[in-house]
Structure formats: C-alpha cells, structure tokens
Nanobody, 115 residues
Framework: QVQLVESGGGLVQPGGSLTLSCEAS????????MGWYRQAPGKQREMVVI???????NSADSVKGRFAISRDNAMATVTLQIYSLKPEDTAVYYC?????????WGQGTQVTVSS
C-alpha cells in the first residue's frame, strides 16, 4: 500500500520560514519524481516545486528563490524549505509522487501565513 505522509505545516507570520516533510512508503522512491503542490481556498491545485530522479528541480515562478526542495532516497523523504512566507502562500500543501502511469498524493498539510 502506497502512503505519502506530510508533516510540518502550521501557522507562521509573514516573512517567516517553515519546513515541510513527506515520507513515502510502498514505492521504489528513487524511481519517482517527487513534488509539492498546493491548493488555496477557492482555487485549483497548483504545482509548487518538483524534483526529478536525477535531482533537477522545477519551481513555479511565484516561489522561485523562496522555496527549496530536496530528496533523500535512502530515507524515502522529500523536504520543502520555505522562506519569506507571504499571506498568499496560505494553502493546503500536498506531496506527490509520479512514475510512468503511477500518480500518488498525500493527505495534505495546512500552511497558514498570518500575523
């Protein structure tokens, strides 16, 4: 059974930082492109940043320079470090794993940026 379990969300003040983690099980982690997506209230889910199996990353323009993704294949985890948080970063953040036709999602973790 495939599981992606996110952790690290919470309430942060504008300008603050946060680290989200996603632990995967039930998949050969090193084969999967891993990513973080987010969905704000009333909006569609959007890609935030992804990391390929070879370590290449791709980020949405809105988060470039503020969000950093990394992966640890030995621990089957992907981490998202977020800096200089803005109120518009408020959303549920989802971990995603893709390989060929397989596409898995975590349950999501809430990030709220507010003073």
């Amino acid at each position: 059974q495939v599981q992606l379990v996110e952790s690290g969300g919470g309430l942060v003040q504008p300008g603050g930082s946060l680290t989200l983690s996603c632990e995967a099980s039930g998949i050969i982690f090193s084969q999967y492109t891993m990513g973080w997506y987010r969905q704000a209230p009333g909006k569609q889910r959007e890609m935030v940043v992804i990391i390929e199996t070879d370590g290449r990353t791709n980020s949405a323009d809105s988060v470039k320079g503020r969000f950093a993704i990394s992966r640890d294949n030995a621990m089957a985890t992907v981490t998202l470090q977020i800096y200089s948080l803005k109120p518009e970063d408020t959303a549920v953040y989802y971990c995603n794993a893709k390989f060929d036709f397989a596409n898995y999602w975590g349950q999501g973790t809430q990030v709220t940026v507010s003073s």
